[in-house]
């Protein structure tokens, strides 16, 4: 079984550490890790944007998008525990490899826009407190790929800290300027009622959510929290859950309260004193010493933004190498990883610099956040739906009203998404002079894309109804044998699939044998988790098949027959020689018509090859059509 970032999978111990506060300790690491990239530069640039553009009037929308961040947190660290999976792999399990694949291209592209944030912001930052040229600057931050490879080595107890570290810099320079800014708390408070002045406001509100519930951080933190080691019993798996919860809520609010200080801090500077244009971070810094009257402000800002730009782009690699193995069961060199996801980001970021010159740099880090946003649609359904499954979550599923929060939330989150593209290609083709080409190009993508949106939100539904449609029960099955006292063949193997199939060969096997033969029935399970994890996968379909065999044994044993039941993983022509070979049998009896994997295995070529294999007779029985 592949694991996720297995070079730390359940590295960190838990269960010898008993009393209340060292077992709570012993969990707290992984939202914290996730928590920078709530923090990031990206953040830093719509919030500084809305502060001195909007004054205090969108702290709600932070506030809202920590709340939101706080529940779908929860539920990816639940999917984590729970499961064992992450949510890339879990995704790879549900869904088709032509969906996966798309999936999987728009989980890099956050990525990538999560990495252009952190480029610049890290660049912005070194430029300010060293005055290194822009282009320089960017092109330095490729070095901290250095970083991440040291720390993933040294284990990821000491990356925590060393993130944990960081956060504690970016904390304690914005309470220094919350107490040079002076903020009126008055209008901090009316601004947790919830408005939005104009369609200027809603972009930097779709901003604000898209940099605040990052797409990425629900894939690292699936992932994340698999580094601790615990009791795997229900008791084990209830209390892991309760101190992740924890771990989350302090975490993330720490940085609500960093993103609520950056939008305090342009508000109570900028948009108090007419400054209404300043969404540029290069000049939030220039205007922060004559405006706050401190040379400490600039230099604290600057130093924050560095810490921040670093601390998230460390999560950023994990993501994308979390993101990459899920979906693609592709796995390559950390550093080349970092290296590839790092130039996707510096090359735009390089050129953009070049063409436009810096002051586009604010511009830039907005429409990253936008684009992030655009994202989380196909990130956050699957994972509801995922948690809510109560075969996949073992009883741990959530609760109907928590997927009812989970999906207002959702519907949230893609209906501003919806009116923002709406609005944004509405512009394009009123200002296009080839409005032709934008309706063979731009529209045609966006009606795609809400295709796959709707498809992943109504697949599962679908999947479940057509699970109670099919009438699997054994209790329907024609079993028109004579049962004999006694034959010569002792031991048969019976291949089921829960068809009409299975008659033709129960009967079959009943009528070659006997009452006191022995019969196995076998079923291969085929699915996606099946094949890659092969025993270990505990999806939906392997839950249902294990009752139905179940089932097909305790009816055929109250007919008198002695029946043993056995479940293979894989790919059929593989797995069934392999249990024959193994076992003790005289023949396998095997019916045609079963589902698509099962035919593949009975015609053509594919039966030669199980011929060959197995060292008993195989006797294939057609039924009659369906």
């Known amino acids: 079984m592949t694991k996720s970032l297995e070079e730390v999978n359940q590295s960190v111990a838990t269960e010898h550490k008993k009393t209340g506060f060292r077992k709570i300790l012993a969990f707290l690491g992984p939202a914290y890790l996730v928590s920078v990239g709530y923090m990031d530069p990206g953040n830093w640039a719509t919030d500084i944007a809305g502060g001195s553009q909007f004054g205090y009037t969108l702290v709600w929308v932070l506030l809202m998008s920590n709340l939101m961040a706080l529940l779908l947190q929860s539920l990816s660290a639940r999917l984590g525990i729970v499961t064992q999976r992450d949510l890339a792999q879990a995704s790879r399990e549900t869904y088709s490899k032509f969906i996966n694949y798309i999936l999987y291209f728009l989980a890099e592209i956050a990525i990538a826009a999560c990495d252009l944030a952190e480029v610049l912001g890290m660049a912005i930052g070194i430029n300010l407190l060293f005055d290194i040229p822009l282009i320089e600057a960017v092109i330095i ?100 859950l309760k101190y992740n919860f924890i771990d989350s809520t302090i975490a993330l609010n720490l940085a609500f309260f960093v993103n609520a200080a950056i939008l305090i801090l342009a508000a109570a500077t900028f948009h108090k004193n007419g400054m209404f244009e300043v969404a540029e971070i290069q000049d939030a810094h220039k205007f922060l010493e004559p405006m706050l009257g401190t040379k400490w402000a600039p230099v604290l800002f600057a130093v924050a933004l560095i810490a921040a730009g670093q601390s998230s782009t460390v999560t950023g690699t994990l993501a994308g190498q979390i993101v990459m193995e899920g979906y693609l069961h592709l796995r390559i060199q950390p550093w080349v990883r970092r290296i590839i996801t790092r130039l996707i980001a510096i090359v735009p970021a390089v050129i953009v610099i070049l063409i436009y010159g810096e002051s586009v740099t604010g511009k830039l880090l907005i429409l990253s956040q936008v684009i992030l946003s655009l994202q989380l649609g196909f990130a956050i359904i699957p994972l509801i739906h995922f948690v809510s499954d109560k075969s996949k979550m073992n009883g741990f599923h959530i609760s109907k009203t928590t997927q009812v929060v989970s999906w207002i939330i959702a519907a949230i989150i893609v209906s501003l998404n919806a009116k923002l593209v709406y609005d944004e290609i509405n512009s394009w083709l009123e200002s296009s002079n080839h409005p032709i080409l934008l309706w063979l190009t731009v529209v045609p993508l966006a009606f795609g894309f809400l295709a796959l949106l709707l498809y992943i939100i109504a697949k599962p539904f679908i999947a479940k109804a057509k699970d109670k449609m099919i009438n699997h029960s054994p209790h329907h099955l024609k079993l028109q044998f004579s049962p004999r006292e006694s034959k010569s063949i002792q031991n048969i193997a019976v291949s089921v699939d829960f068809s009409k199939a299975d008659e033709a060969a129960l009967n079959k096997a009943f009528e070659l044998g006997g009452i006191d033969t022995q019969y196995t029935l076998i079923h291969i399970v085929e699915t996606v988790g099946a094949l890659i994890y092969g025993v270990n996968v505990h999806d939906h379909e392997t839950t249902i098949d294990e009752k139905l065999l179940l089932e097909y044994k305790q009816m055929l044993s109250e007919k008198g027959f002695k029946i043993e039941t056995q479940l293979g993983f894989g790919k059929p022509n593989k797995v069934i020689p392999k249990i024959i070979n193994e076992g003790n049998f005289d023949i396998l009896v095997m019916g045609t018509h079963g589902h698509t994997g099962l035919k593949d295995i009975l015609f053509g070529t594919t039966v030669d090859k199980l011929r060959h294999k197995i060292s008993i007779p195989l006797l294939i029985v057609k039924c009659a059509e369906l």
């Open 141 to 240: 931050t490729v070095l901290d790929t250095f970083i991440l490879l040291f720390l993933i080595n040294k284990g990821i107890r000491k990356m925590e800290a060393f993130i944990i570290a960081l956060v504690a810099i970016i904390g304690f320079s914005f309470i220094f300027e919350m107490i040079f800014a002076e903020p009126e708390m008055h209008k901090v408070f009316a601004g947790l009622i919830p408005s939005i002045p104009n369609s200027a406001a809603l972009y930097i509100a779709i901003g604000i959510i898209g940099a605040t519930v990052m797409p990425h951080n629900l894939y690292l933190h699936s992932s994340l929290v698999q580094t601790r080691k615990f009791d795997r019993t229900p008791a084990g798996i209830k209390q892991a």
